[in-house]
């Protein structure tokens, strides 16, 4: 795997903020890794748990445990919905639907992942038939007081109504 | 205050702007004062953390030693994750330099040099803008080596988390900051300000409480304190979504309004035809309140002697103390408020869910009990529920709260124990199918939901 | 230097602090973890994630017990009862006891109404989601969920709901199979691999409930001390490979013995059933190895066992034809009158790092005995670690030093010996648990003697070409004493008894020197002891029984 040299600018420069110790320097580079490779592979976790003299399992233990890393590769665009309270008050369970259709994405039960009860947190993604779109459910996503919202990639939707839906993937080819 | 220029037209989060609008002036005051006499400031203000917990800021920061033999660290707790608050994310976006402004006083007054804003992961706009505000204060002299020719060093690092709210918790926040999983950690022996990050004195401070302490700079600490109430002092956000006409964020003095004035004036009432049935008044993990319930409070007569009232819920002031004697807390400052359509099994299992997935899984009462309620709610929703369901929910509720590392056992009992109490007729209504026979767990759930009539038990069970 | 400093300071004097357990004023050292002084009250606090050794997570909400600590007047001065005691402020919610240590006027509830819900609920929260297999789990019988489930659970369930599916039979390692259901994540294994065995392998994956125990794929917890994990483990997730589904616990009889694979001598217990020893685990004893062993001494017990092993008596290869098949008493005063025939010079003895105290000195009587002068014993050396593992491989070279047996280098007198038998000046060698071959030594150099006479355990190179086999027993089989690497005096008692006609080695040995003509019997191993104890300075004033279970340490010079 080549690891562009920007890349590893981004790397060195971000584990110079903890000089104290480079272990804190794991969830940065696990996000510098998804923003660049879209999703965390055994490589990425291998490669930094070298880079910060961990243990493999260790890195391992943090993919896994922080929702926003991903094991799979995410569509072209990734889609995350809200869904909780204040949200699903204000139907994010229903956006999400609407997200789901207008992104080719086949429908799947709701909550965090398949399963219903039993299921663990491991892969709550859906992408797209094409590829282009995938979606998920996540937490709160703090803008309570204007749901139901939803982030595109990194860029953030307010108060989103059944009409913008087209409107918003339009946006993302 | 803190929200002055939210949403202020022309305002943008740029360091001219701010330095126009008299940016950094604070600053400049408090690094003509001795550090000590801005803790003082600070602990006469009253501020009481704007995070969740209500801890007097002021306390906190006084378990601090300057000059010891390990280094101090600040970490600007920035992790907004609590369901029904969405107060920093405006801050950070639309005037940062106020929070660094105050993360750089603080750093000051407690002798640190390294400090980090631990943000949400959710947030990567705002951590590019809070990046570029750092950058920013670095070039203007407000940050970096040799602050404003004091010779005072800090550097300030943004430190994305990844979308778990247990980091919302402070010693949680600190192991993730040692990249590490967010498992809280046991207190005592790990109290922050004693064995924080990388086991040194730490300081975790929400948003707004940092910001506030700019503020107590500027105004003087006694001054401060004359804002709110006492022991309940300054401005405070609050966050208002759910059934009302304009949800919305609004900056108030502390116990300066009722949850009436709050629900009917800032936010236009509830939608035409309805009625209020139930509020949260402090972030999702707060107690539930009824809105036929009358609660009972203390309060100051005109001669100055207390005198106890029954109000209603519209009556309850905003403020820390008076939600806590109505049996909920005052939080972190986000109201979820519910009308008569809201169905309240569908709301806690949303809560259920939230918590299920959010527990670390560290101790026990939390990890089991976080997801059998969750499956508890689950299942009487999908039409299984049974007899004993909602004091099987509630007791393991309490089973929870107050045996678990920190406080999200609370959090996340806190939502089922009151639901239960308070609408308890909705809860019983929904789980009416007599106990089953002992039957392996595996295949009870899917009969229980799938059989919503029939009758499982059998000979002599019942 | 000055005298002063040549006189070793006496230790501080360990402050005492009063506390109240179950309504009792005690008096405990400071430094006390409070769960330790509850059970030093004989209160037992039920725990889980907790272990001496390991740091206190705090995790699994088991030792929660009511606290609280003296009132303080104003002035900060305990307010007294009329008892002249500190009243107590009591904390409303329940703390554990795992992570707390004892403080003046610290006040404990362990068995409260508060300490018992709590507890119950704990209980009933590690169940739901376990697998109650009981009936086929191998900790069944020794685990603290069934344990602490009579003892402080509910008898019923009230969980109607599905449990979280876990991955089953995962195999960590070559020595560990793991079953992630029973796991209650209490986090020991992980601690012992960072902070004992310092190979961190082990971790959590997934979050909350779906938490799960797990070696990152493609690595193994292959570490030499991954057993311990095993030992540690308070309910069936982490299984020995070699010990599961061999035999249920409850039947297994302990033995307290030490483990023979090398000098370090971790102190163990053989577990045994009807003369099969079916495992080996450490046993507490802090001068030596804590709670831990390594795997390599904890499996090294198998050979015990071994279908090859010398069990049909003696052997002798030239026998007269119309000779019956020799007893043990034929068969020595053939040894004996075969021996007698030799000088002292032409007779070299191979003894063995791991034979016992007695055996060493009963075989330096017996060179004595003999006028033989060319004796040794073979060193065995190999990787050791920083941690318990020792380089020397013999668990009893100590002792033969003591002994006299080897000198200051265990195997400096092998090449002399080497060289007489080739040259033809030995003409006689006595071989006592160790195989010739590797004293330098090829097989046809041992071709070359008149008398090879072998005491060992299974056949090998020497026993191949021997005159005389005496099959004798192995550690878990004997009784007898062993020092240490650093000196500490050790008891080895009998688990089970040798298989077939093999014999206590040292009864060999007596045998042997009495026909010989070499002095008086000795009728039992601890009259061995006794006069060995006489004769040895070190050693003076102790008796097998004194060494006790835990050893004793030697004045070695």
């Known amino acids: ?173 | 205050m803190i929200f002055a220029n939210v949403d202020r037209e022309g305002y943008t989060p740029d360091i001219e702007c701010y330095l126009r609008h008299g940016g950094y002036e604070d600053l400049r005051k408090a690094t003509t004062m001795e550090p000590d006499a801005i803790v003082n400031d600070v602990k006469a203000s009253g501020l009481r953390g704007r995070g969740g917990a209500g801890f007097p800021c002021g306390v906190k920061w006084g378990f601090i030693r300057r000059g010891g033999p390990k280094p101090t660290y600040l970490i600007c707790n920035a992790d907004e994750s609590e369901p029904g608050t969405f107060k920093d994310r405006y801050i950070i976006h639309q005037d940062p330099h106020q929070l660094i402004e105050g993360m750089v006083i603080s750093s000051f007054a407690l002798d640190v040099h390294l400090a980090y804003i631990y943000i949400r992961g959710e947030f990567p706009e705002g951590a590019r803008i809070l990046e570029r505000a750092i950058a920013e204060a670095k070039e203007k002299g407000f940050l970096g080596k040799n602050i404003l020719g004091t010779g005072f060093d800090l550097e300030i690092y943004v430190h994305r988390g990844a979308g778990a709210y247990i980091c919302g918790e402070e010693t949680g926040l600190i192991e993730s900051l040692e990249g590490k999983r967010a498992y809280p950690r046991i207190k005592p022996p790990y109290f922050p300000a004693v064995l924080g990050l990388y086991q040194c004195p730490t300081i975790v401070n929400n948003v707004e409480t940092l910001c506030h302490v700019k503020h107590i700079v500027q105004m003087g600490g006694a001054e401060y304190a004359k804002l709110g109430r006492p022991n309940n002092t300054g401005t405070r956000i609050l966050c208002v979504s759910g059934d009302v006409q304009r949800p919305g964020y609004f900056e108030v003095e502390v116990g300066s309004l009722t949850m009436g004035e709050v629900i009917n004036d800032l936010c236009g009432g509830l939608k035409p035809g309805r009625k209020l049935k139930a509020i949260i008044p402090g972030g999702s993990s707060a107690k539930v309140l009824r809105a036929d319930e009358r609660y009972k409070v203390k309060e100051k007569a005109e001669d100055g002697s207390m005198v106890d009232k029954e109000i209603g819920i519209e009556e309850i002031r905003m403020d820390f103390d008076t939600l806590a004697a109505v049996g909920s807390m005052a939080g972190s400052g986000g109201v979820i408020v519910m009308d008569d359509t809201r169905d309240m099994v569908w709301t806690l299992n949303n809560l259920n869910e939230f918590y299920a997935h959010e527990s670390c899984g560290q101790c026990t009462p939390c990890r089991e009990g976080s997801l059998w309620m969750r499956k508890i709610t689950d299942r009487i929703l999908a039409g299984g529920g049974t007899e004993q369901d909602p004091d099987t929910l509630k007791s393991v509720a309490d089973n929870i709260a107050g045996k678990t590392i920190c406080a999200f056992g609370e959090a996340c009992s806190w939502p089922t124990q009151s639901f239960v109490i308070k609408f308890r007729e909705e809860f019983a209504s929904r789980s009416t199918k007599p106990l089953p026979l002992p039957t392996p767990p595996e295949f009870l759930a899917d009969r229980l939901s799938e059989e919503p009539t029939k009758a499982l038990t059998t000979g002599s069970h019942h | 230097m000055s005298t002063q400093t040549a006189t070793p300071e006496a230790p501080p004097p360990v402050q005492m602090l009063n506390v109240q357990v179950d309504g009792v004023w005690m008096q405990f050292p400071k430094g006390t973890r409070l769960i330790e002084a509850c059970s030093q009250a004989n209160k037992f606090v039920p725990r889980y994630c907790y272990h001496p050794k390991l740091s206190s997570p705090g995790n699994c909400r088991m030792c929660l017990v009511e606290m609280g600590m003296p009132r303080m007047t104003p002035d900060r001065q305990p307010e007294l009862g009329p008892d002249g005691r500190p009243l107590i402020n009591w904390i409303p919610r329940p703390q554990i006891s795992c992570a707390q240590d004892v403080a003046e006027g610290m006040a404990v509830r362990t068995d409260s109404p508060m300490v018992q819900e709590a507890r119950k609920g704990v209980m009933e929260f590690l169940l739901i989601n376990h697998p109650l297999d009981c009936p086929i789990c191998d900790q069944a019988g020794e685990c603290r969920l069934q344990e602490f489930s009579v003892e402080y659970g509910n008898a019923k369930s009230r969980f109607l709901d599905h449990k979280v599916k876990k991955p089953k039979n995962v195999v960590l390692g070559p020595r560990v199979t793991l079953d992630d259901e029973r796991c209650i994540l209490c986090s020991r294994c992980v601690r012992f691999m960072k902070e004992v065995a310092h190979d961190d392998v082990l971790g959590f994956t997934e979050r909350g409930s779906h938490n799960t125990l797990s070696c990152y794929p493609g690595k193994q917890l292959d570490s030499n001390y991954s057993l311990n994990t095993v030992d540690i483990c308070p309910v069936g997730a982490l299984t020995s490979t070699d010990f599961r589904f061999k035999m249920r616990v409850w039947f297994l009889q302990e033995t307290k013995s030490f483990c023979t694979s090398c000098a370090t001598g971790c102190n163990t217990t053989i577990s045994a059933r009807q003369g099969v020893v079916y495992r080996q685990t450490p046993r507490e004893n802090n001068d030596v190895n804590e709670v831990w062993m390594c795997d390599h001494g904890r499996l090294n017990f198998h050979y015990l066992h071994s279908p090859e092993r010398l069990t049909a008596g003696p052997i002798v290869k030239v026998l007269a034809q119309d000779e019956d098949e020799p007893t043990w008493s034929s068969a020595i005063a053939k040894a004996a009158s075969a021996l007698k025939t030799y000088r002292g010079e032409q007779i070299a003895l191979i003894a063995s790092g791991r034979n016992t105290n007695e055996e060493l000195y009963l075989l330096s009587r017996l060179a004595r005995t003999l006028g033989c002068t060319q004796y040794d014993i073979i060193p065995h050396i190999d990787l050791g670690d920083e941690i318990l593992l020792s380089e020397d491989r013999n668990p009893n070279t100590a002792g033969a030093r003591l002994l006299g047996l080897t000198g200051e280098t265990p195997g400096a007198n092998l090449k002399g010996i080497a060289e007489g038998v080739r040259s033809g000046k030995i003409r006689a060698l006595l071989v006592f648990g160790e195989d010739a071959t590797q004293a330098g030594l090829s097989e046809a150099d041992l071709k070359k003697l008149d008398l090879l006479i072998v005491a060992n355990l299974l056949p090998d190179a020497t026993t191949k070409v021997a005159d005389f086999i005496f099959p004798s027993a192995g550690f878990a089989e004997k009784r007898g004493s062993m020092i240490n690497k650093k000196g500490r005096l050790q008891r080895l008692n009998r688990a089970i008894e040798p298989p077939g006609h093999a014999r206590d080695d040292w009864e060999i040995v007596r045998d042997l020197i009495l026909a010989c003509g070499g002095g008086n019997g000795v009728h039992s191993i601890e009259d061995v002891f006794r006069q060995m104890a006489a004769d040895t300075p070190a050693l003076a004033g102790l008796s097998l029984s004194k060494i006790g279970d835990l050893g004793v340490p030697l004045q070695l010079s």
């Open chain 1, 1 to 173: 795997m080549q690891i562009p040299t920007d890349l590893l600018a981004r790397i060195d420069e971000a584990i110079s903020h903890y000089p104290v110790s480079k272990q804190s320097a794991s969830l940065p580079l696990l996000h510098l890794w998804q923003e660049h490779f879209g999703f965390i592979s055994d490589e990425a976790i291998e490669w930094i748990a070298a880079k910060l003299e961990l243990e493999p399992i260790k890195v391992l233990g943090l993919v896994t445990f922080y929702p926003m890393f991903r094991r799979k590769a995410p569509g072209k665009h990734h889609i995350r919905v809200c869904r909780t309270l204040s949200c699903a008050m204000a139907g994010s369970y229903a956006l999400k639907e609407k997200l789901s259709k207008a992104a080719g994405i086949e429908a799947e039960g709701h909550g965090h992942g398949a399963g219903g009860g039993c299921g663990g947190h491991g892969d709550p993604v859906t992408v797209s038939e094409d590829g282009k779109y995938s979606i998920e459910f996540v937490e709160c996503l703090a803008s309570c007081g204007t749901g139901p919202v939803c982030m595109v990639n990194d860029d953030f939707y307010e108060a989103v109504s059944d009409e913008e839906v087209t409107q918003i993937l339009s946006k993302y080819q």
